[in-house]
C-alpha cells in the first residue's frame, strides 16, 4: 500500500490543566501519521460510500479519516483487525446520530388538525437519545412536552416525538434542546403556550469528572400562556404524577 502521510506534531496539556510542563514546553509530544484518503480507501475497497451522504450531508470519507485519527490519538492501532472497520461505523452511525441537523422542524409541525381546542395538549415520557456537545458523549432521558394549540389546530401527537428527536439528534446541551423544543411550538406549530420538561443522564458525567452516576438533570422551558402559575402548575402535576 502508498502511503502518503503527513506529519502532524502538537503538544498535549497536562490532563489535569496545571500546565505544569515548564514555560511554553509540551509535556508530551505526539506524532501522527496521517493517511492520505487514497491509502485508507485502497485498503477498504469494499463498497464504501464516498463524497457527501444526500441525506444528512455528512461527508463520509472525511469523517472516517477523523475516527480513524482519533483512534490513532488515543494510543489505539486503527488497523488491528477488531477496529479496522470501526471508522467506517463511526461515520455510518453519525449520519443517524446526528441526523437532526439536516432536519427541518418546520416541515414536521407545518401539517395541523383544524381541531379548535381551549384545552393543553400534553406528551409525558417521551424517550431521546443526545450527545453532549462538550464530550460527544451520550445524554439520554425522558422529554415531557404539554402545549396549547393556537387558532391554526393541533399537530400529530406522533409529530412531538419527531420534534424532540430532530433536537435530540445533534451535538447538542440539555438546557438549549429544551428551549428549541419550547421555541419550535411557539414559532413553527403556532401553539398560545408551552411546557417542555426533560429528565436525563450524561454520560461525561458518569463516566469522567464527577463521577455521578445516578445524578439526573432536569431543565424546563416555559412559553407563552402556560407561564401562567396556576396553568404551569397543573402542567406540573401531570407531568410529575406516577403511572
Ligand atoms: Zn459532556
Redo the contacts with the bound molecule.
Keep these: 500500500m502508498t502511503q502518503m502521510s503527513e506529519q502532524v506534531s502538537g503538544g498535549l496539556d497536562s490532563a489535569d490543566g496545571s500546565g505544569q510542563g515548564g514555560a511554553g514546553v509540551p509535556r508530551r509530544m505526539v506524532t501522527i501519521r496521517v493517511p492520505a484518503p487514497e491509502s485508507f480507501e485502497a485498503a477498504h475497497e469494499d463498497g464504501l460510500e464516498h463524497g457527501i451522504d444526500p441525506r444528512t450531508g455528512v461527508d463520509m470519507d472525511a469523517a472516517r479519516q477523523a475516527a480513524w485519527l482519533y483512534l490513532k490519538a488515543i494510543g489505539e492501532d486503527p488497523d488491528r483487525p477488531g477496529i479496522r472497520q470501526s471508522p467506517d461505523r463511526i461515520a455510518r452511525a453519525s449520519r443517524e446520530i446526528f441526523a437532526g441537523l439536516s432536519q427541518d422542524p418546520a416541515t414536521i409541525l407545518e401539517k395541523r388538525f383544524p381541531v379548535q381546542s381551549e384545552e393543553m395538549v400534553l406528551v409525558r415520557d417521551i424517550d431521546f437519545f443526545s450527545v453532549?456537545e462538550?464530550?460527544l458523549?451520550p445524554f439520554f432521558g425522558v422529554a415531557h412536552v404539554g402545549y396549547f394549540p393556537g387558532k391554526s389546530g393541533v399537530v400529530g401527537l406522533s409529530k412531538l416525538a419527531r420534534l424532540v428527536e430532530v433536537y435530540a439528534r445533534r451535538p447538542q446541551v440539555q438546557e438549549r434542546m429544551t428551549q428549541q423544543i419550547a421555541d419550535a411550538l411557539m414559532k413553527q406549530a403556532g401553539a398560545r403556550g408551552a411546557i417542555v420538561v426533560t429528565q436525563a443522564e450524561?454520560l461525561?458525567m458518569a463516566m469522567r469528572g464527577v463521577k455521578k452516576e445516578n445524578a439526573r438533570t432536569i431543565t424546563s422551558s416555559i412559553r407563552g400562556i402556560m407561564r401562567n402559575p396556576t396553568t404551569r402548575a397543573e402542567a406540573m402535576r401531570l407531568i410529575l404524577a406516577q403511572g
Excluded: I, P, V
Aim: net charge neutral; glycine share 0%; charged share 0%.
Design positions: 453532549c462538550h464530550h458523549l450524561h461525561c
